[in-house]
């Protein structure tokens, strides 16, 4: 099982969800770099982890460091005011305060991460550097760290620093109980700073190497030699967890499920549907994008709320006759009974979002409202899937957004998000790159978005043939700047052998009327 690993994008997928989970914050970004340590952005509400593959251990071992530091991340987020660089004394000294001080607090709220903390503790302590390795003071603020952090230092120095090391350690722990117990925030803390600063004798400016785990990374640790770090973890730090079993939280059982249920699914989905590069789709690599400048919450709700009967299956009709009479609507002059119809979408849809250059004045826009559509077909359970297409150096490309079989996540809409409006309108090629895709799913309806007038009408109309005999409905909506341009579209597309063709000149119209058309089928 553990020779298997996770796809980049499923890692991403989970540590988004995790870290908007455990700070409760919901525009949180995860992004991974191999340039730089694990560490938060608190402007950016942005969360940088260090890449799996840059851990040591086993995979297992490194999904559980993984997922330890980004509840660290998460923690950060929700109990510090502020994150200063780890590059300086003063810095540093803050940040590994703050660390003891959101542990604290988090593991009231998450008190089922213990094991995992003393776990990740451990591999810490694994990646911090041999005290002979680091020169200068900045030594001194290495080991302050090794001893606060982990009650432990790896290799030797001078006896006299030693003691001042050994008296900062333990002001430091009186500063973050202290503030634990008054509830200080961060402000609070970096006022004390300078009092350990002048214990160990260091000027705040000190530029304090960076030490990243990932510099031994692959190195391989033996059953006994983990086992010998935990014990010495678990020995310093049961006044603050009580007692611990250093085997059974080697073991890792309580993770393991969850970790084997992800491997599992990966699996699954490793092997579902068509390979993109076989068909002529591409898949959006790049992940770090930010894809909550393209939510509208306001407007995913709006349209939950509108179609929530949908969702249950049952919406209320006024007719003129019916189960129950409605006295309010017969003074108001409609029909007075009501009733409960049945209402459920089975409908199998394909969307084809235009990205040409066109639609780049209004590309944010135009993606919320795609996006939004996205949010309510997943609420109402629509099996759909979302493609786009643009140019890219000078060729069309035909983007895979979302696949049938897979649900809407966060990595669907950061594909989204990324996709760059550009080049013309050539969808006759289009239709063709996908049109393995629609012979082998074979959806009820096959609905394009688009602007403007296709590069070939008449390839465009032998392709709508072509996929209306494979018993495909063929359906387009036009989108313009006004009603009048936007109706021009739509009666153009018509002649294109659309069997149904629909004008929207307010983009956040788009997601109402895809739904009604989903609701005639």
């Known amino acids: 099982m553990q ?89 540093f000294i803050l940040n590994a ?8 607090l988090g593991r009231k709220m998450w008190q089922g991460m213990d094991d995992e903390i003393i776990f990740n503790y451990s591999y810490m302590l694994v990646s911090r550097p041999q005290l002979h390795t680091v020169y200068g003071k900045a030594r001194i603020v290495e080991a302050f760290y090794q001893y606060f952090m982990f009650g432990a230092i790896k ?59 990932f510099m031994k990374a692959g190195m391989a640790l033996t059953k006994e030699e983990l086992l010998k770090f935990l014990t010495i973890i678990s020995k310093n730090k ?46 959006p690599t790049t992940n770090n994008v930010d894809e909550t400048k393209i939510y509208d919450i306001s407007l995913i709700n709006s349209l939950k709320i509108k179609f929530k009967e949908w969702k249950s299956g049952w919406k209320e009709q006024h007719l003129r006759s019916g189960d129950e009479f409605d006295s309010e609507n017969y003074i108001e002059g409609h029909e007075p009974f009501f009733t409960d119809v049945k209402k459920s979408i089975k409908t199998k ?106 590069s070939d009408p008449n390839a465009v109309r032998t392709m709508t043939k072509t996929l209306k005999n494979l018993g495909i409905k063929m359906v387009a909506i036009g989108l313009g700047p006004n009603t009048i341009r936007a109706t021009m579209i739509a009666m153009n597309l018509k002649h294109l052998g659309y069997e149904r063709t629909l004008a929207v000149s307010r983009l956040k119209d788009i997601p109402g009327k895809v739904i009604g058309i989903l609701g005639e089928d």
């Open 349 to 454: 849809i394909v969307i084809l979002l235009d990205h040409s250059s066109s639609i780049s004045s209004d590309a944010l826009e135009y993606k919320k409202a795609t996006l939004a559509l996205c949010e309510v077909l997943a609420y109402l359970k629509v099996k759909f899937s979302v493609y786009a297409f643009s140019t890219q150096n000078r060729t069309v490309v035909c983007w895979q957004i979302k696949s049938e079989n897979v649900k809407w996540n966060t990595i669907a809409a950061k594909r989204l998000a990324q996709i760059v409006a550009n080049g013309s309108t050539p969808l006759a090629e289009v239709y063709g790159k996908m049109f393995p895709i629609l012979q082998s799913k074979r959806p009820n309806i096959f609905l394009t978005l688009t602007d403007g007038e296709p």
């Open 97 to 104: 305060l703050e660390t003891r001080r959101v542990e604290h």
């Open 155 to 213: 290799g030797e120095i001078q006896s006299s620093q030693f003691e001042n090391i050994k008296k900062a350690s333990k002001l430091a722990q009186k500063i973050v109980d202290e503030a634990i117990k008054e509830g200080h925030d961060t402000d609070w803390l970096e006022k004390r700073v300078s009092e350990i600063i002048k214990i160990l004798d260091i000027d705040s400016l000190l530029t304090v190497p960076v030490s990243l785990p």
């Open 3 to 91: 020779s298997l690993e996770l796809r980049n994008e499923t890692l991403l997928e989970i540590a988004t969800f995790l870290v908007r989970r455990w700070s409760e914050k919901e525009n949180v970004i995860v992004e991974f770099s191999d340039k730089m340590e694990t560490k938060t952005r608190l402007v950016e509400n942005k969360v940088i982890l260090t890449p799996m593959e840059k851990r040591i251990g086993s995979y297992f071992q490194r999904y559980r460091q993984f997922r330890t530091s980004l509840w660290y991340e998460a923690m950060r987020i929700k109990f510090c005011k502020k994150i200063l660089s780890n590059d300086h004394a003063f810095g």
């Open 238 to 283: 049961e006044g603050d967890f009580g007692k611990i079993d250093p085997e059974a939280i080697l073991g890792g059982e309580n993770v393991y499920d969850e970790y084997k249920v992800l491997l599992d699914e990966n699996k699954k989905s490793d092997n579902k549907g068509l390979a993109p590069e076989i068909i002529g789709v591409q898949i």
